[in-house]
């Protein structure tokens, strides 16, 4: 079983760049597929992005083409490089991993969490 410790978390401003990471301990980690969702007060946690450990990548509509996933094999980290921030954006990020090869969007579908990073932009 992997343990998830985010990191990276602060306070931007609208049009900020801004990246948060998730350090991978105790499993394979070339063997999991790891996602980040977000939850902002009073909503939903919300997935964001996934990416599979056989290759594919995909993500959710409100980031596509601002948010980026990378995977560092060699560090054992997984990154979330977020560009162009908006208030919106404004939630707590959680990083999510699971021994799956597909790309599910549910939070119930991935068994290992973390505890999340607090991301706060302001316009």
């Known amino acids: 079983q992997v343990r998830l410790v985010e990191s990276g978390g602060g306070l931007v401003y609208s049009g900020d760049s801004l990246r948060v990471s998730c350090a991978v301990s105790g499993g394979t980690f070339s063997r999991y597929t790891f996602a980040w969702f977000r939850q902002a007060v009073g909503k939903e946690r919300e997935f964001v992005s996934a990416?599979?450990?056989?290759?594919?990548?995909t993500y959710g509509d409100s980031v596509k083409g601002r948010f980026t996933i990378t995977r560092d094999n060699a560090e054992n980290t997984v990154y979330l490089q977020m560009d162009s921030l908006k208030p919106e954006d404004t939630a707590v990020y959680y990083c999510?991993?699971?021994?799956?090869?597909?790309?599910?969007?549910?939070?119930?579908?991935?068994?290992?969490w973390g505890q999340g990073t607090q991301v706060t932009v302001s316009s």
């Open positions: 990416a599979s450990w056989v290759g594919p990548i």
């Open positions: 999510a991993a699971d021994r799956q090869v597909s790309l599910p969007r549910y939070p119930r579908a991935y068994s290992t």
